[in-house]
């Protein structure tokens, strides 16, 4: 039966049966994400190498091991079949790896968090690269960006290590028919999480949960557990996705870990660990 018609023959406004969208979340593997949201579908932050491509990354914990640890569940092809657009949180190799440099098409839309970024990934050949700003527009969704600590303030004040760790963006997704999304990006716990939990009051949140750490230093350069337990006690009303775990040399956290976190801490209703290939629902 054809609604449109009948409404239209009754003199009834089809406004009432306006689409209304279901994002999806496909985690694909460490942070990378195929997202379609608002009908619109963005491929965030692409490290699409087989397993064991590179080098451990040098200063790290457990840097003999080869990245990435584990393999995609499809091809890189299929990954990114049909995607709209790109979000680059920041240009570190397990977020933009060199064979996404080079198997994504030159044209496609690229979302990075500053102008030094923008530079870089023009210089990849890239012609279309754009800055988030607050409510950057693409094709009726609204990004944000928001900030955040890619280590700690030790971390920070060594000079050659604040150059390596730079910054790291998160985005929030808004859309008029969508739950609103926010991804946390590759941030330790601090001010600019509450901000934008606070800012945007986030249906569904993404952590990065691997607790990354490198040799001879204190605390981790991304979330953790802990932080999981945190954000649902901050949120309560949002749902929370943990990724970036088991496919990089650094992280300390399992998707085991965090599992058996969840089940002792009752969050089971709240949070999901996907595993690569999963397509959540929201």
Known sequence: MKIRPILLALGLSTGLFQTAYAFD???????TAKITYGGTTFLVDPYLAPKGT?????????????????DMK??????????DAVIVTHTHDDHWDKAAQEMLPKNIPVFVQNAGDAKIIRGQGFTDVRVVGKNTDFNGVKLSKTGGQ????????????????????????????????????????????????QNYRP????????????????????????????AAQKAPNAQIVTVHMDAVNHATVSRRDLRAFVKANRLGKRVSVPKEGEVLKY
């Open 25 to 31: 979340y496909q985690h694909i593997r460490n942070a």
């Open 54 to 70: 590179y080098t451990g990354f040098e200063g790290t914990v457990n840097s003999e091991k080869r990245n990435p640890l584990i």
């Open 74 to 83: 499809q091809s890189a092809k299929e990954i990114i079949k049909d995607i």
């Open 150 to 197: 890619h280590g700690t303030d030790a971390m920070y004040a060594v000079p050659q290590l604040a150059e390596l760790a730079g910054d790291a963006m998160g985005v929030v997704f808004r859309h008029n028919k969508e739950k609103t999304l926010y991804i946390a990006g590759d941030t330790l716990w601090t001010y600019h999480v509450d901000h934008a939990l």
């Open 203 to 230: 249906d569904v949140i993404v952590l990065n949960t691997g607790e990354a750490k490198l040799q001879g230093f204190e605390g981790a350069i991304i979330m953790g557990r802990q932080d999981v337990l945190t």
